[in-house]
């Protein structure tokens, strides 16, 4: 059964970047569609960018306005989050999630494996 552990989360400041990694064990990861969500204090779950087994297909949250880039190495079974120009807005606790499915899509029941999450904190 496959497992998701995320990393690279931390304290960075407005305007900053951080890379985030998930990287799954326990399956045939290029047999899965990962996405990335995200969850504020005090507010619901929502997507944040996927990608296909393939990498062929990718999508973004609105807000993300062209400043996070997904991406995949399958031969390292992992999926990056690539964020810059991050924002206060951005804090939250980032979870990778995985749907066995050609496809990624930003919806949270779409998926049906879960990392433990990455926290993501930026303020000066």
């Known amino acids: 059964q496959l497992q998701l552990v995320e990393s690279g989360g931390g304290l960075v400041q407005p305007g900053g970047s951080l890379r985030l990694s998930c990287t799954g064990s326990?399956?045939?990861?290029?047999?899965?569609?990962i996405g990335w969500f995200r969850q504020a204090p005090g507010k619901e779950r929502e997507g944040v960018a996927g990608?296909?087994?393939?990498?062929?297909?990718?999508m973004y949250g609105d807000f993300v306005a062209g400043r996070f880039t997904i991406s995949r190495d399958n031969a390292k079974n992992t999926v990056y989050l690539q964020m810059n120009s991050l924002e206060a807005a951005d804090t939250a606790i980032y979870y990778c999630?995985?749907?066995?499915?050609?496809?990624?899509?930003?919806?949270?029941?779409?998926?049906?494996?879960w990392g433990q999450g990455t926290q993501v904190t930026v303020s000066s």
């Open positions: 990608i296909s087994r393939t990498s062929f297909t990718t």
């Open positions: 326990g399956s045939t990861f290029d047999e899965f569609a």
């Open positions: 999630a995985a749907r066995q499915k050609i496809i990624g899509t930003l919806q949270e029941q779409d998926y049906h494996t």
